[in-house]
């Protein structure tokens, strides 16, 4: 059954208890603040919205993005920012057997949560690990994935933080560690049995469960809403998790990928940016003869000739700069995905193709 995009009466803030936000791309850019990030957090928060901040970064302690984000103005406690190295410790502590060695790719900051979930990092494949744990961090070096290629190749098991391919910086997109597991993976022919971070859902799960302990207060998935930038993370995350999700766009995500995406690549709410948790979401809705709406704006897939008729805005101008259009017709062309249709050989318009 294909889901749509759904609807808010009121505001996002108000229906869930819990906003799980990324941060790279939807809180901050490097050391910059995202555009209206903060103002869209404290208006939230003043609806009664809780805050964690989650990170498939797993190269800083939770204390020094925290010291950030309070920088931007944000008020927050440390220990609500879950990076990957705290999840990925927590994963790890369920393979492996207490006392076990672990070669650490990554920051002090992974090497502190191995050692506190009771694992013991080393540095190097002679110290003969049990396992390998591989992190993008800025000193990242050939020696640091030459030493993880031996260790593996003497029977070390394989595990990552995450595969993001790419990291949103302050001048543009930089290699991900998702790239950085590749020259490890070809060397040696194996790739990582487990990832803590996005796509996987654990890092909502294990937000969930540390603020639960925290709060001493259940946090159960329906009143939880992860909100990120990317499709194939943050969004891919929610879904296999059972979450609805908010996808904002001052990320990696462009419209013409949200409107060609599979199931489950697509979020539960579009928005600007963060902003959108304290505005009601408008309603997708379709008439019988197959025509979308959303806030006046309408969109079809027409069977007859495989092309998509998105009506014009009012006074002409770019069909993708209201999202209700956007919300609109990806409506259509995800039913039109959902029961068949060949997107290939779709006569799509110039303003999904080239946007």
């Known amino acids: ?12 803030a108000k229906t869930y208890h819990l906003a799980l936000l990324d941060l790279d791309g939807v809180v901050y850019r490097g050391a910059d603040p995202v555009e209206h990030a903060a103002e869209g957090i404290d208006r939230a928060q003043a609806l009664g919205m809780r805050m964690a901040y989650t990170t498939n970064n797993a190269s800083r302690f939770p204390h020094v993005v925290a010291d950030q984000l309070r920088g931007f103005g944000l008020t927050l406690d440390d220990g609500q920012v879950i990076t990957s190295a705290v999840v990925a410790a927590r994963m790890l502590s369920r393979h492996l057997q207490e006392g076990a060695r672990v070669l650490v790719i990554g920051s002090n900051h992974l090497r502190d949560q191995i050692r506190l979930n009771g694992m013991v990092p080393v540095n ?68 990582p049995e487990d990832s803590a971070g996005k796509p996987e859902s654990a890092m909502y799960d294990e937000a969930r469960q540390l603020l639960t ?25 929610a879904n296999r998790g059972g979450y609805d999700s908010m996808l904002v766009l001052t990320g990696v995500a462009r419209t013409p990928a949200i409107l060609t995406a599979p199931a489950k690549l697509r979020p539960t709410y579009l928005a600007e940016d963060l902003r959108g948790l304290t505005a009601p979401q408008p309603q997708p809705s379709k008439e019988a003869d197959q025509t979308w709406h959303c806030g006046g704006q309408t969109a079809k897939v027409d069977d007859d000739d495989g092309h998509v008729t998105l009506h014009a805005l009012d006074g002409g101008g770019d069909p993708l700069s209201d999202l209700d259009s956007v919300r609109a017709c990806a409506c259509a062309l995800w039913e039109y995905q959902d029961r068949g249709g060949d997107m290939d050989a779709l006569d799509l318009p110039a303003f999904v193709v080239g946007a």
């Not at 059954?1 to 996002?12: E, I, R, S």
């Not at 070390?156 to 949103?168: G, S």
């Not at 302990?213 to 499709?231: A, F, H, M």
């Open 124 to 191: 190097k494949a002679a110290d003969k690990p049990e396992a390998v744990i591989q992190a993008w961090y800025p000193e990242l070096s050939w020696q640091d994935l030459a030493q993880a290629a031996f260790a593996i190749e003497n029977g070390a098991r394989y595990f990552t933080t995450n595969k993001d391919q790419t990291l949103p910086r302050e001048g543009g997109m930089a290699p991900g560690n998702g790239s950085m597991l590749q020259p490890v993976i070809l060397a040696t022919g194996k790739q």
């Open 1 to 12: 059954m294909t889901v749509f995009l759904k609807g808010t009466d009121d505001a996002p």
């Open 213 to 237: 302990d925290s709060q001493e207060k259940s946090l159960d998935i329906g009143r939880c809403l992860p909100v990120g930038d990317r499709l194939d993370t943050d969004i891919e995350a």
